[in-house]
Nanobody
Framework: QVQLVESGGRLVQTGGSLRLSCVAS????????IGWFRQAPGKEREFVAV?????????YADSVKGRFTISRDKANKKSVYLQMNGLKPEDTALYYC????????????????WGQGTQVTVSS
């Protein structure tokens, strides 16, 4: 069983920046492949970014490429961050981190443990 806790979401103005954190616990593994997803009201939960446990390679949704950066804490590999710059109102959503289980990284059902989410609101 893996527990994931997100933090860092808040209200920010258009063009602003935020850093979200995700901390994993409850397993003997030293690190995980962690993905970030987001869900806006009335919309499906969508993939945002992922960092792979084997080599820290990263992948992003086209909508955030060049603005968001996912990274892992070098000292504590169970902590993952999402740096969000150039925020837009359309980035407003509940942001979740999740532990990847199998398969392609941008598919929600391929993640088996999820956090409760942290709210990001971008005002125009």
């Amino acid at each position: 069983q893996v527990q994931l806790v997100e933090s860092g979401g808040r209200l920010v103005q258009t063009g602003g920046s935020l850093r979200l954190s995700c901390v994993a616990s409850g397993s003997i593994l030293n690190s995980y492949t962690i993905g970030w997803f987001r869900q806006a009201p009335g919309k499906e939960r969508e993939f945002v970014a992922v960092i792979v446990d084997s080599d820290d390679s990263t992948y992003y949704a086209d909508s955030v490429k060049g603005r968001f950066t996912i990274s892992r804490d070098k000292a504590n590999k169970k902590s993952v961050y999402l740096q969000m710059n150039g925020l837009k109102p359309e980035d407003t959503a509940l942001y979740y981190c999740a532990a990847h289980y199998f398969g392609t990284y941008d598919v929600r059902r391929n993640y088996n443990f999820w956090g409760q989410g942290t709210q990001v609101t971008v005002s125009s």
